[in-house]
Every structure is written in structure tokens, then in C-alpha cells.
């Protein structure tokens, strides 16, 4: 965990593969998680009554670097 907390700056959003902005896509590949685990944890603290989230969610879309293109690897690692 430490090693990805030092690694930061990799962390890329992933519009292709999202369906707002493509935040939930990046994180999912960041940490290795799956995609679908990502949107459900994300949808039920925004929709759940955590009231920064959505300014959160917006704020890793506009600070958060668009990915160029897709991994080859993306959907393998975040089955």
C-alpha cells in the first residue's frame, strides 16, 4: 500500500472505460480492484448521504490526468 501511495502520480483516469468521467475506472486499475466493486462503493457514499463525496468525485475528475489510451492489461486486472 505504501508503494502505491508513493506511486501517485500514476493514478489516471480512464474516460473510455467510464461512465462519469472515468474516475471509478482509474481507481479500479490503480489499486487492482474490480471495476463494478469501485462504482458500487462510490455510488453508496454519494447516493448514501456522505455529502463530500460528490464534490470529491468532481474534484478527482477535473485534478486527476486523463489517460491517454487504455491499458492492454485494464480489464484483466480489474475482472
Sequence with gaps: M?????????LKRFPDKG?????????AYFFGWPLWIV???LAILILGGIHFMPL????MWIFVPKADKVPEDFDAITK
Design 19 to 27: 461512465i462519469v468521467g472515468g474516475v471509478a475506472a482509474g481507481i
Design 56 to 59: 470529491f468525485y468532481i474534484l
Design 39 to 41: 462504482r458500487l462503493v
Design 2 to 10: 505504501r508503494e502505491k501511495l508513493e506511486n501517485i502520480k500514476n
